[in-house]
Nanobody
Framework: QLQASGGGLVQAGGSLRLSCVVS??????????VAWFRQAPGKEREGVSC????????TYGDSVKGRFTISRDNAKNTMYLQMNSLKPEDTAVYYC????????????????????WGQGTQVTVSS
C-alpha cells in the first residue's frame, strides 16, 4: 500500500515536497523500484523519477531534471520528491508507485512497469 501526500497550490518558482509512505515493502532491504508519476488533464501519465533498491540507481524525466530530487528514508519507509523551481506546466496529479523487483533504469519511468499505486496528490502551480 502506498499513501501519497504533500501536494498543494504554489506560485511559480516555489517548492513543494511530496511524501509517499510505503507499506508492505521494506525500503531498507529487498529488491524493489519505487517511482513518482504525474498526470495532467488530457495528458498521458508521465514518469517523473524513480529510485531502486541498493546504494545507487535513480533517474528523472527530462522535464524535471535539475529541479526535482527523489529520496527515501528507510527508517520511515517513506519516499520523497523535492520539487524546486516549480513551473505552471508541473501542474498535475502526482502518484507514487512500486514494484517488487529492481527495474533497469531504462524502463523504471514507464507506468506499465509498476504493479502497486498510491492515490494521487494534486499539485497546482500558479503563474
Amino acid at each position: 500500500q502506498l499513501q501519497a501526500s504533500g501536494g498543494g497550490l504554489v506560485q511559480a518558482g516555489g517548492s513543494l515536497r511530496l511524501s509517499c509512505v510505503v507499506s508492505g515493502l521494506a525500503l531498507a532491504s529487498g529488491s524493489y523500484s519505487v517511482a513518482w508519476f504525474r498526470q495532467a488533464p488530457g495528458k498521458e501519465r508521465e514518469g517523473v523519477s524513480c529510485i531502486r533498491s541498493g546504494s545507487s540507481g535513480s533517474t528523472y524525466g527530462d522535464s524535471v531534471k535539475g529541479r526535482f530530487t527523489i529520496s527515501r528514508d528507510n527508517a520511515k519507509n517513506t519516499m520523497y520528491l523535492q520539487m524546486n523551481s516549480l513551473k505552471p506546466e508541473d501542474t498535475a496529479v502526482y502518484y507514487c508507485a512500486a514494484r517488487l523487483t529492481r527495474l533497469l533504469l531504462s524502463v523504471c519511468l514507464g507506468p506499465s512497469s509498476y504493479v502497486y499505486w498510491g492515490q494521487g496528490t494534486q499539485v497546482t502551480v500558479s503563474s
